[in-house]
């Protein structure tokens, strides 16, 4: 599609490609079999094309992608080996509209409204929101995570969210 934005994932030679303006399209590549022009070879494993995101990137999780529809708070999962839906389109509760990506750790997968929304979702085959925030802040940037923390990059603030020492 036009003006692609999101980054691409790769894992164990195939590369998953997002893009959701003026069209849609999400499709995982063979980086093996890819070579030249791979339009209708066997280099693209499998292809979506509808509800793929526009701005947030795709989560590979396992053996699972996460996309967004556009910058619309509504997930998707698929099996990353064959691209076979496995829930969704799904509403995030909690979140109306995101530019930042879907970020995992620990389980759990963290998202981020530009209203300052924040729903975390359990890694897996069935939708579960295990938790719910609101920060008095707007989230552009995906969250980062880095040791036993994980930061988010507000407008105006940066938070760091942590266990306390000792736990």
Known sequence: TANTIPIPVYEDGVVYLAAGFRGSALMAVDLNRA??????????????DRDTPYVPSPLLFGDIVYYTKSNDAIITTVRASTGERIFGPQRIDGL???YASPT???GYVY??????????????EEYEVVAQNVLDDGFDASPAIVGDSLYLRGRASLYRIAAP???
């Open 96 to 98: 109306r509209e995101l």
């Open 165 to 167: 020492a000792g736990e």
């Open 111 to 124: 998202l981020l409204g530009r209203d300052g929304g924040a729903t975390v979702l359990r890694h897996g």
């Open 35 to 48: 070579q030249g022009r791979i339009d209708d070879t066997e280099a693209i494993l499998w292809r979506i």
């Open 104 to 106: 995992a750790a620990n």
